[in-house]
């Protein structure tokens, strides 16, 4: 099934054909219209230098203004391989149709809304026939049961014209047409982009990365550059000063040899202010208790440490490099 994007949006557009395995591009006068444009020709000229196939519309109120219509485009520049001349269905459009596909020339009869409006396009020999699903939804017709005869009368009689299915308003439009078995489909550029959407794709991918990270990531490679710590002999209050400035939730408290001695953290303060109130503020970290730190060696893979995590149901982790202490590892690193 050829998948074409449905738009004259051309940041969209150039985005969208960026991807590589579009089949082409469809775009009406409509559209062009509400995206501002002035210059149309301009506009068809830039298009078909970016997209595989461009679908245009050919208007004219006869079969040889239509017909006129679209050699005017071709002697504009238009290729005639890779330009499809769309024709709003009537008896002077069917009849454009013949005549261009006398000459080879791709043609595309839309705006189609019953199966005999569709079996003229055929039988005239359209490279395309194109109901609109959405909008005879609109209106409250079957428009699926629509698509699926004139698919069936396509291989029933063994014509030549491709079944477009246009007018996709969402993505359940887009299973409709692969159930239905049409040869086109021409979505537009947000119908496109949910296409490959799942959240139980998202998790699953979202998960993958986790476990690849866990295993292939060292420590030092994801830790905060800030290596929080103080002097044991630093008081209280000044330590509470520096795990601010930090921003940690805890602080190393270190030795004169840079060893650590422990990890005071925002939850000891409370404590220690409840049992002693704001006379401890006053007191030496040598003179306090620490809880004895967990550490990891920075050259560590994640992994290990989100089994220390896990196991041990703490939020920082000691880092240290030949036992010294270089910075915490917070659970949100990983």
């Given amino acids: 099934m050829e998948l074409y994007l449905d738009s004259a949006d051309f940041n969209e557009i150039e985005k969208a054909f960026k991807l590589g395995f579009l089949d082409g591009l469809t775009t ?16 068809i000229l830039k298009l078909a230098d970016i997209v595989p196939v461009l679908q245009v519309e050919a ?58 409006q569709a079996y003229m396009a055929m039988h005239a020999g359209a490279s395309y ?21 004139c698919v069936e009368a396509v291989n029933y009689y063994g014509y030549d014209s491709k079944i477009m299915f246009s007018s996709v308003r969402n993505i359940e439009h887009v299973r409709n047409a692969i159930n239905i078995g049409v ?44 290596n929080p710590i103080v002097k044991s002999d630093t ?8 795990m601010t400035e930090y921003g940690f939730g805890c602080i190393v408290i270190v030795n004169g040899a840079n060893e650590a001695r422990g990890v005071f953290t925002d939850g000891d303060l409370r404590r220690l202010l409840q049992k002693g109130g704001r006379d401890v503020l006053q007191q030496k970290m040598s003179d306090l ?19 220390l995590f896990k196991v041990h149901k703490v939020d920082n982790l000691l880092v240290t490099e030949k036992g010294k202490p270089v910075g915490l590892l917070d659970i949100q690193d990983i």
């Fill in 28 to 43: 009406t006068p409509t559209f062009m219209h509400r995206h501002g444009v002035t210059d149309v020709d301009a506009l």
């Fill in 59 to 116: 208007l004219g109120k006869t079969a040889e203004e239509i017909y006129g219509e679209a050699h005017r485009l071709i002697d504009l520049g238009l290729q005639k391989d890779s330009s499809v001349f769309k024709i709003p269905i009537s008896l002077e459009g069917v009849k454009a149709c013949k005549m261009l596909r006398n000459e080879d020339i791709l043609v595309n009869v839309h705006l189609v809304y019953t199966l005999q």
């Fill in 129 to 149: 026939v194109c109901p609109l699903v959405g909008r005879l939804q609109d209106q409250g017709h079957d428009a699926l049961a629509l698509v699926e005869q």
């Fill in 183 to 226: 040869h086109t489909i021409t979505v537009p550029y947000k119908v496109l982009q949910q296409m490959p959407e799942n959240n139980f794709t998202t998790l699953g991918t979202e998960q993958f990365y986790e476990h690849t990270k866990l295993m292939t990531v060292k420590v030092k490679d994801v830790m905060s550059n800030v």
């Fill in 235 to 242: 008081v209280l209050q000044e330590a509470i000063i520096k």
């Fill in 289 to 307: 208790n620490y809880n004895t730190p967990l550490t990891i060696e920075s050259d560590e893979l994640l992994f290990k440490a989100n089994d």
